[in-house]
């Protein structure tokens, strides 16, 4: 059972066009949430997180966007660039502030074109 | 260390042998994760160490897999009598406690291909 969602495997962008990555989660206790990023050949990295209290949180050209009533949140990557091409993992925890495990989605393969 | 180190980066094994992947956290996290991603998959939680609390282990696949994390530190995964499915990398993560304990540091993996 997926409790976090990342529905589409893979989105193509232009080199500074937005791109904007989807998550879905089903569990209603999560209220907490993070957006990772990944290269081949290494570990995830922490990109930008957003408590259930807020609705956006925004950090350079990374804004998260957090709808609770629809159980979806969003990435908004602007302008998009080359070296952003990565495998972006969406990730909840149901205990905001502390230690508790992270689930994860599938992961979206976002590919930035020059 | 300056970030969390996992050994080996490589592991191939035949069927039925066991394996040990080891995890060094960052110093002074107190929180260890264990993670892995199969082939096409997202991250599967495996086990959390939190201090001197007891493991939560709800997310290890078979009771060939088993961890400890010895004086608070180093932390070892063991999957016995390995098959083909364990195939993965194995992914290490540590964290602070408190708040902001939720963004994990990872490892780079070790990636165990079952033969």
């Known amino acids: 059972d997926q409790q976090v969602k990342q529905n589409s495997p893979s989105l193509s962008v232009q080199e500074g066009r937005i791109s904007i990555l989807n998550c879905d989660y089903t569990?209603?206790?999560?209220?907490?949430f993070l957006w990772y990023k990944k290269y081949p050949a290494e570990g995830p990295t922490f990109l930008i997180s957003i408590s259930s209290i807020k609705d956006k949180n925004e950090d350079g050209r990374f804004t998260v966007f957090l709808n609770k009533s629809a159980k979806h949140l969003s990435l908004h990557i602007v302008p998009s660039q080359p070296g952003d091409s990565a495998v972006y993992f969406c990730a909840a925890s149901a205990s905001n502030g502390a230690n508790s495990k992270l689930t994860f989605g599938k992961g979206i393969t976002l590919s930035v074109r020059p | 260390g300056a970030g969390v180190s996992q050994s080996p980066s490589n592991k191939v094994t035949e069927k039925g042998k066991d394996v040990e992947l080891r995890c060094d956290p960052i110093?002074?996290?107190?929180?260890l994760y264990w993670y892995r991603q199969s082939l096409g998959q997202g991250l599967e939680f495996l086990i959390y160490?939190?201090?001197?609390?007891?493991?939560?282990k709800s997310g290890l696949p078979s009771d060939r897999f088993s961890a400890e994390r010895t004086g608070g530190s180093v932390s070892t995964l063991t999957i016995q009598r390995t098959q083909q499915e364990d195939s993965a990398v194995y992914l290490c993560?540590?964290?602070?406690?408190?708040?902001?304990?939720?963004?994990?540091?990872f490892g780079a993996g070790s990636r165990l291909t079952v033969l």
């Open positions: 993560a540590s964290s602070l406690a408190g708040p902001g304990a939720n963004v994990l540091t």
């Open positions: 569990n209603s206790m999560f209220d907490y």
């Open positions: 110093s002074g996290h107190t929180a």
């Open positions: 160490f939190q201090g001197n609390s007891a493991p939560d």
